[in-house]
């Protein structure tokens, strides 16, 4: 009898030890579950972000006697960032004009205060995406017979607002010409008078 209540009192002992110790291992399972949650959640918005940015220019005219008007809208993401260009210029209907970015953020003295083309690579003027062109080589835009037009890039050799000043567009200025690009022409394209302008500012 003696020995009945010992061996009982022993193994009730053990049961609660053991229960204990499930206990105790079942805390430490689920604060390191929530801490792997945690872990995981904190990666997945890390790995989600991204840089996103917005830059804009108002275009208006620099001559009076030649209304010009329009935005060019710049959105950064993905290491790229994407142009949207939109015009209006009556007089130029059915005709296309030259558009740069220029290296300064002033359209002041008709858009002379803009200075030359921005060329932070000190390269030859050319058609974008040939072997040698500016970073503010953007084009020309055909306008239709309203003279409007739009024209579209995306490039990751401009950011917005980025350290690197042979990309960051900021503080430049968009210069609408009032005739053609030939891509050849040094450093100019000989692409005309300064029809436009508008300083870029991030949005």
Do not use: Y
């Amino acid at each position: 009898m003696l020995c009945l209540k010992a061996c009982f009192k022993n193994a009730f002992t053990a049961m609660i030890a053991m229960s204990a110790f499930a206990i105790v291992s079942c805390g430490n399972n689920e604060t390191k579950t929530s801490e792997e949650s945690s872990d995981t959640t904190a990666t997945s918005n890390q790995s989600g972000s991204e840089s996103v940015g917005n830059a804009e220019a108002v275009l208006s005219g620099t001559q009076p006697d030649t209304a010009v008007s329009g935005t060019a809208r710049f959105t950064e993401g993905n290491g790229k960032v994407k142009m949207t260009l939109d015009l209006t210029i009556p007089k130029k209907a059915n005709q296309s004009v030259a558009v740069h970015i220029h290296e300064h953020g002033d359209c002041g003295d008709m858009g002379k205060g803009a200075h030359g083309h921005w060329n932070p690579t000190k390269v030859n003027h050319g058609k974008w995406g040939s072997a040698s062109f500016h970073r503010g080589d953007i084009g020309n835009v055909k306008l239709n017979g309203e003279g409007k037009g739009t024209l579209e890039l995306e490039t990751d050799l401009w950011s917005i607002n980025g350290s690197d000043t042979t990309k960051n567009i900021l503080n430049k200025a968009i210069i609408v010409h009032g005739g053609v690009d030939d891509f050849t022409t040094q450093p100019t394209g000989n692409a005309g008078s300064r029809i436009g302008c508008g300083v870029l500012k991030k949005g």
